[in-house]
Structures are given as structure tokens and as C-alpha cells.
């Protein structure tokens, strides 16, 4: 079967640097996606990978291993405005993407 | 532009009743996708469709149908509703249906009584 596994909550201080993991086991991988999901709203597009490797993009860098199935988000310089649910997802063999159940990120001040 | 529009944002259905739920996307995207999130689940696939014409099922189409008539409309058509029904649908699209980011309407949350 498909599997995508990521924690279900993790809690950090405004300022600091959280990493989120993300692992996984799929038919075929076509590339690991993140988005960015606040309580009530749409998913919205963060990170792309599909080489292994870190992709930077601002306070925000993924992390992809493709022979460990392994990928990570890193979040720095946290702000208040990052407390959401984080969603890792892979495409298949068949181009469809398999989700994780997300991570809820909580930033204290 | 709106991007994609869902409607309605919210509904209440009797089990039982039908009910299509409509979305539509202003951006000349190629694919569309409906997902179910419930809670302490990933989204789940419903339907797809990679192009105007086309559609296939996904993780979990039993009881939902779907159809492309046109390039921005993909709507969603509960036949019957059941209370396991119960959950938010969101309504996306992309590019194309390989590795292309896909971008989501806002959802609607449906609660089957």
C-alpha cells in the first residue's frame, strides 16, 4: 500500500527553526510536494522536490531523499503568521498525489 | 482573476438527496481534481479529469460522479448522500495532470443528516 507519515502536531517559539519530516512509501515517485494549510482555508502551494537535495526559498527550505524516502520542511525566523497545518504529499506512478494526514504547527510566542 | 470558485461554501443535505457541487477555474488549467479532508486523514482523491472530456477515478469515487463538459467547469454530483458524506471537498487544478502544482478553491463543507 501507499503510506505517508508525517507527525501530527509539533509546537515551537516565534523566532526559532523547525524542521516537519516526512516520510514515505509510494507506487513510483514523481515528486514530493509541501503546502501550507490554516485552520479554515485552502492548501496552498510551498515546495517542489523531485531530485535529492535542498530547495531554498526564502524562510522556507524542503529536503528530499529519495533512496531513504525521507523528506523534510524547514522553517526559519518563525512567525506567528506560520502557525498552520503543514501537508507533505508524493506523486505516484500514476501521477496522482498521495497525502499525508499533515502536521499542525503551533508557534508560541 | 478568481482563480477557482467554489459554491456552495457550506450545505446541509438530508441523506438521501442529491446534491452537485459546483467549481470552476478561470485559469485555462488542463487538469481538475475533487479531494474529501477529513479529520486525522490526508486529502483523498475523488475524481479527476486531465482534460476537457475526460475523467477518472480516484482513491475514493464510489458514490460521486464527476463530468468535464468544458475546460472550467468540473462539477461534483453526490446521487444519494449518506452521512459518511460528511467532510470538506476541495476542488483543484493544474497545469496539466503531471508534476505541476496544483491550486485549490476555498472548499465546501458538507454535512449529511
Known amino acids: 500500500g501507499q503510506n505517508i507519515d508525517q507527525p501530527t502536531e509539533m509546537t515551537a517559539t516565534e523566532g526559532a527553526i523547525v524542521q516537519i519530516n516526512c516520510t514515505y512509501q509510494t507506487s513510483g515517485f514523481n515528486g514530493l510536494f509541501w503546502y501550507q494549510q490554516h485552520a479554515g482555508e485552502a492548501p496552498t502551494f510551498l515546495s517542489y522536490n523531485v531530485l535529492d537535495g535542498l530547495e531554498e526559498k526564502g524562510r522556507f527550505s524542503s529536503f528530499l531523499s529519495r533512496s531513504k524516502g525521507y523528506s523534510y520542511l524547514l522553517l526559519k525566523e518563525l512567525q506567528m503568521k506560520d502557525s498552520a497545518s503543514y501537508l507533505c504529499a508524493v506523486m505516484d506512478s500514476n501521477y496522482q498525489l498521495i497525502w499525508g494526514a499533515g502536521t499542525k504547527l503551533i508557534i508560541k510566542p | 482573476t478568481a482563480g477557482i470558485t467554489q459554491a456552495p461554501t457550506s450545505q446541509i443535505l438530508a441523506a438521501g438527496r442529491s446534491m452537485t457541487l459546483r467549481c470552476t477555474q478561470d485559469?485555462?488549467?488542463?487538469?481538475m481534481y475533487w479531494y474529501r479532508q477529513d479529520l486525522g486523514l490526508g486529502l483523498r482523491l475523488i475524481h479527476y479529469s486531465n482534460t476537457a472530456g475526460t475523467t477518472g477515478k480516484g482513491e475514493v469515487p464510489d458514490g460521486y460522479s464527476v463530468s468535464r463538459a468544458n475546460t472550467d467547469d468540473f462539477p461534483l454530483t453526490l446521487a444519494s448522500a449518506v452521512p459518511s458524506q460528511t467532510s470538506v471537498y476541495f476542488c483543484?487544478?493544474?497545469?496539466?495532470?503531471?508534476?505541476?502544482?496544483?491550486?485549490f478553491g476555498p472548499g465546501t463543507r458538507l454535512t449529511v443528516l
Open positions: 483543484a487544478s493544474s497545469v496539466s495532470g503531471t508534476n505541476n502544482e496544483q491550486f
Open positions: 485559469m485555462r488549467h488542463n487538469a
